[in-house]
């Protein structure tokens, strides 16, 4: 909004001054605290300075004009303003104002007392040291006049503001101290909300220990065999493929009150990164072998890193593998990721004693798998069927081929 | 320190310069024989002589005319009015001859006079004989004007005058005439120009002239057993003004009243009032006050003076409705 510089009253007895000295011309931006014009009253000379910043939109007082004190004599634009709009605007305003006073000056002069009755009544007493104590501190008055009520404000007025306000800070600042708002990111937003939706859905955990000495043997093949070996969770997403396959109710989506089953296995893989989690999907994952599921996976995974995905790769999942082995934990319950119907959730692998067929003692690497269902869409049974299958390819990965 | 009453500590200044100075002089009706009207001269007559203590006709014009002349030319006169009520008949002589003799001749000549008269009601001499009139003279440029409150500060005050080479109008108060206290015992001065701090307190200041200074005081007494400290200055001097002196007293209490016997429109008082809004107003909580008396002309009833003179217990009110 564009404003007007009014002439200042700069002493009690002042009731005009004249414009001596414009420091500023038409388009000239302004700071607040800059000295805009010189004004020379009987007594002084004084330089009047900016109360707001701004652009100079037009000079309505030129130098030498004498002007009564408040009556407007330049107008400022806002940042961003055109100034010859704003001068256009003022104009227009001004000379239809001038009309309209002229109009209710001869209709209503009672109506002009009335009004000018309840502009006094608004009017904050203020001493005059309070004032200035205020305006050094740079205090509102108008704060100030919220406590104090109706009495005049004294600088004792302005201190004990500015000590409540000291105390208040304090207080603000002690709560700070121990508790720090962080800003967050869109992504944090929407997992937020995604997993509070997700949250609705009644969920029901099965959990199975499975051996895997078996893909760790499968592993170091590779390993002795070629440059590039699949990790033990490509692995694992080949046996999940191959599990889901012969599950379709699993690999399936629940859309308001809708079921929905999938022909492409869509694997979501949950990735942790700086600013939260992402779960990239491999789409139509059932196409890959295991070696181009490694490379799709560590694609997807660097390019999540990189926040170089796009919404398309994020999309779409029909079923959801997170893990959180690297971190040594043993076993969690995962939050399925909607629509999905199921999660499955892979602990960390240990080794553990156990007693063979024939009694003897051996040592054997497990882990656990915890798979979480919307019991909405599957029963426990069938969540156990997919379970157990699951299991069976791990244990026993040359059944998969 | 000697404890003496205010009029004998005038007479000690005039005498201690007398003897210094043999250019000093005092005139008046009845200041010789009779001892002046209120016993200010008293003895000085026997000391000094009829050459030196000049008994003059009822002629308030001759009296102060005589002591501008003798001041041109090379005497420091005393001259003294019996009641400053009289200073009409005598106005030209200070207001066109005293004050501008100096300026006028380029400073070729010099008026060392100073003009003695108690002012003050208080006492029943009504309305021709009781009048404050500060503010005749405080006006005029080229008049030094004093008003003392203590004893001891007309001794100082009443020498600093004698010896300055321009004219002083040196009001006394009548009722102060017989009031005692300390003067010191050594030659001393009090400079014109310097005002005096009679009481520090941080609540709010009182400028108080004459007889003001003890209502003042009073009241300061009465409203500490409240918990409410005044700050009560005393000018001395109306011109030169310590503006320093009262406008670093009212930044410290934010609050100005001010107290004198004149008639309130346009008094002394309105001046310290004037030059504390225009020098002083951002130091103020509250609006400056004026303790005054009514403007009306003194009456001579004794019950109706005393509602014309403001009372300590008014000083109190507007302390009060400043707070």
Known sequence: ?401 | MKNLTYAEALREAMAEEMEKDSSVFIMGEDVGVFGGCFGVTGDLVQRFGEDRVRDTPITETAIVGGAVGAAMTGSRPIAELMFASFMGVAMDEVFNQAAKMCYMTGGQAKVPMVLRTPVGGGIGAAAQHSVCNESWVVGIPGLKVVLPSTPADAKGLLKSAIRDDNPVIFFEHKVLYETKGEVPEEDYTIPLGKADIKREGDDATIIATGMFVRKALEAADQLAKEGIELEVIDPRSLVPLDKETILASVDKTGRAIIATEETKRGSFASEVAAVISEEGLYSLEAPILRVCSEDTPVPFSTVLEQAYLPSTEDIITAVKSSL
Not at chain 1, 89 to 103: C, H, I, Q, T, V
Not at chain 1, 113 to 142: F, L, N, T
Not at chain 1, 195 to 222: G, N, T
Not at chain 1, 291 to 310: H, P
């Open chain 1, 1 to 401: 909004m564009a404003q007007e510089i009014v002439m200042p009253k700069l002493g009690l007895t002042m009731e005009k001054g004249k414009i001596v000295k414009w420091y500023k011309q038409v388009g000239d931006e302004i700071a607040k605290g800059e000295v805009i014009f010189e004004v020379e009253t009987e007594k002084i000379t004084n330089e009047v300075e900016a109360n707001f910043e701004g652009e100079l939109a037009k000079i309505i007082e030129e130098e030498g004009a004498t002007v009564a004190v408040t009556e407007a004599v330049a107008v400022m634009a806002e940042a961003g303003e055109d100034i010859e709009q704003v001068a256009v605007n003022y104009s227009k305003n001004e000379s239809s104002k001038a009309s309209k006073e002229e109009e209710e000056k001869e209709e209503a002069p009672k109506k002009k007392v009335k009004k000018k009755e309840k502009k006094k009544r608004k009017r904050i007493k203020v001493s005059p040291k309070a004032k200035r104590v205020a305006k050094e501190k740079g205090v509102e008055i108008e704060e100030v006049a919220k406590i104090t009520g109706g009495k005049r404000i004294t600088s004792d007025d302005i201190d004990k503001y500015l000590e409540a306000q000291v105390e208040k800070k304090e207080e603000e600042t002690k709560a700070e101290e121990t508790k720090n708002k962080q800003d967050l990111s869109q992504m944090r937003l929407t997992i937020a909300n995604r997993l509070a939706q997700s949250w609705k859905a009644p969920h029901i955990y099965l959990r199975s220990e499975v051996e895997v000495d078996e893909i760790i043997r499968l592993r170091e093949k590779f390993k002795e065999n070629q440059e590039q070996a699949p990790s033990l969770t490509d692995i694992i997403s080949k046996a999940v493929i191959t599990s889901l396959k012969q599950h379709p109710n699993i690999n399936a989506t629940w859309e308001e009150d809708n079921y929905y089953l999938h022909d492409n296995i869509n694997l979501g893989l949950a990735v942790a990164v700086e600013e939260g989690l992402i779960v990239p999907v491999i789409k139509k994952a059932q196409r890959y072998n295991l070696m181009e599921l490694s490379n799709q996976t560590k694609e997807l995974a660097q390019k999540g890193r990189n926040d170089n995905l796009d919404l398309d790769k994020l999309q779409g999942g029909t079923f959801t593998i997170t893990n959180l082995g690297m971190y040594g934990i043993d076993e969690f319950t995962a939050i399925i990721n909607p629509p999905q119907v199921a999660i499955l959730a892979v602990g960390t692998i240990k080794d553990i004693l156990y007693k063979n067929e024939v009694g003897e003692i051996r040592e054997k690497k497990v882990m656990n798998l915890t798979l979480g269902l919307d019991h909405r869409a599957i029963d426990g049974a069938m969540g156990a069927e997919f379970l157990q299958t699951l299991k069976s390819y791990i244990e026993n990965p040359a059944l998969m081929i």
